[in-house]
């Protein structure tokens, strides 16, 4: 048995309602039963109000038991709270970092430009222009980057 434990057992056994009559301190139930008379007065006080004294300290402590109970679970919960954050946070980074690469793909100048291929068996230029890299993917690096997927390039 705990400390504790041992001194609300100890209280609850113990007699109840002490009084201090002026020479001893007695029971209200029972005024023949006392603690002898040889006590000081300070003394007579004390002992006479030691179970309201040990009830009013027991149930500070009880509330002290159940603020740290409180402070625990806050101190939990706050945990969860700044991992969920945290979570939402980096998600919120990859976004950025996958619309940005969208953006820059079609910030690109050189994306838009058209380049002349040589090929012998283009009879008369001897070439053609390729289509620009901006017309050929027809947005769908922006459609992929507004639903959150990366193009990984």
């Known amino acids: 048995m705990d400390k504790i434990q041992e001194i609300r057992t100890a209280l609850a056994e113990a007699t109840p309602d ?4 002026g020479n001893e301190i007695v029971s209200k ?7 002898g008379g040889f006590l ?5 006080h004390l002992a006479a109000n030691a179970p309201e004294y040990i009830t009013y ?3 500070l402590l009880d509330g002290v038991d159940q603020s740290k109970i409180n402070i625990l679970a806050a101190r939990d919960n706050e945990r969860n709270l700044k ?4 979570r939402i946070i980096d998600g919120l980074r990859k976004q950025i970092e ?3 690469k969208a953006l820059e793909f ?3 100048k050189e994306n838009y430009e058209e380049r002349f291929i ?30 959150g997927e990366d193009t990984n390039e």
């Open 57 to 59: 300290l027991l149930q």
């Open 40 to 44: 000081k007065d300070e003394d007579n």
């Open 106 to 108: 079609y910030a690109d």
């Open 98 to 100: 996958i619309k940005d």
């Open 118 to 147: 040589e090929d012998t068996n283009v009879p008369i230029a001897g070439g053609y222009f390729s289509t620009p890299k901006v017309v050929k993917e027809r947005g769908e690096r922006a459609r992929a980057a507004l639903k």
């Open 83 to 86: 991992e969920q954050a945290r």
């Open 29 to 35: 139930q029972n005024l023949r039963l006392g603690i």
């Open 18 to 21: 002490w009084v201090d009559n």
